[in-house]
């Protein structure tokens, strides 16, 4: 893509966010339900390879039942993009109270113990709303972003993460060491840790097949001693519900062999929420290595 393109792309997204704030809350969201139905309809590439991936979620589904669930989590992902651009004018009451958890002691108590935690979560839901509940309680996150183009709206999304108080590093080769500091200042590290096609990805069995998931929170967890937390982020009516799980570390074997069975053990995590809410799931990307899968290593 040309820079002059880039920049265009950029200018687009960035007067829609501006425009989505404006309208009123029930049209915006109406709005943006009624472009997931179009792209439903449509059936690009992006919403055929979402009807593959949640076809293997949930092979059972009649023909009709796969559409219904399309619909679901089309609406489901324009949900997020309207969150998102309406966020900044939320607010704290509302930030706080439309959010439910499960296991919450889990984050809190590894928090209050000041051993630092790692939330490893598939994406799913809103994760930007449930990072801004865990900053709203005083708790200090820190995630990582990979540099994307255009620059103006990925410089966009990063101001926008740290309004809501997030630290957001660079996804680069001193990340782990940067992150590992933090942690043992006991602070929270959330990474999104569901799909990694590349060559330093994690073979996990996910469902009816093989995929790769990224080992940084394995690593994180064997060499700072942080507990490792799985969570699934997905919707309500009126707000998310975030579900914890406590990620078991191995006793035995080399730190390889330890590390496999952590990104197992999220990889297993994760099927259970995608499973359980299905529609929450926003990949519409590939995620399976089987069939037509040529590893590339800027994926």
């Not at 404006?22 to 992006?46: C, H, I, Q, T």
């Not at 078991?248 to 390889?256: A, N, S």
């Amino acid at each position: 893509m040309s820079k002059v393109k880039d920049d265009l792309v950029g200018q687009i997204y960035i007067g829609a966010w501006r425009i989505v704030r404006w309208l009123p809350e029930r049209s915006a969201y109406s709005l943006f339900y009624k472009g997931a139905d179009f792209l439903v309809k449509r059936n690009g590439k992006s919403v055929q390879r979402l009807r593959s991936n949640l076809t293997r979620v949930k092979p059972e589904l009649t023909v009709q039942e796969m559409d219904e669930l399309m619909v679901e989590a089309m609406r489901s992902y324009m949900r997020y993009w309207c969150d998102t651009f309406r966020f900044p004018d939320w607010t704290r009451q509302r930030t706080m109270s439309t959010v439910e958890v499960t296991n919450e002691h889990l984050l809190m108590d590894a928090i209050a113990a000041k051993t630092g935690v790692i939330v490893a979560l598939p994406h799913a839901g809103n994760w930007d709303h449930a990072g801004a509940y865990f900053c709203n309680k005083g708790v200090k996150l820190v995630t990582v972003a990979e540099r994307l183009k255009p620059e103006s709206l990925f410089n966009k999304f990063l101001a926008y993460r740290e309004s809501i108080g997030m630290e957001v590093l660079a996804l680069d080769g001193r990340v782990i060491a940067t992150l590992a500091a933090r942690l043992r200042a006991g602070g929270l590290v959330a990474l999104v840790a569901d799909r990694d096609l590349s060559r330093t990805g994690i073979t996990v069995k996910f469902f009816d097949g093989e995929a790769r998931m990224p080992a940084g929170p394995a690593v994180l967890a064997l060499n700072t001693g942080a507990p490792l937390l799985s969570a699934y982020v997905s919707y309500t009516a009126k707000g998310i519900h975030i579900d914890f799980e406590l990620v078991q570390v191995p006793v035995e074997g080399d730190k390889e062999t330890r590390i496999l069975a952590l990104v197992q053990q999220c990889a297993d995590h994760f099927a259970r929420g995608i499973a359980s809410a299905p529609q929450d799931w926003h990949m519409l990307q590939r995620i399976w290595v089987d069939a037509d899968f040529k590893e590339r290593s800027d994926a």
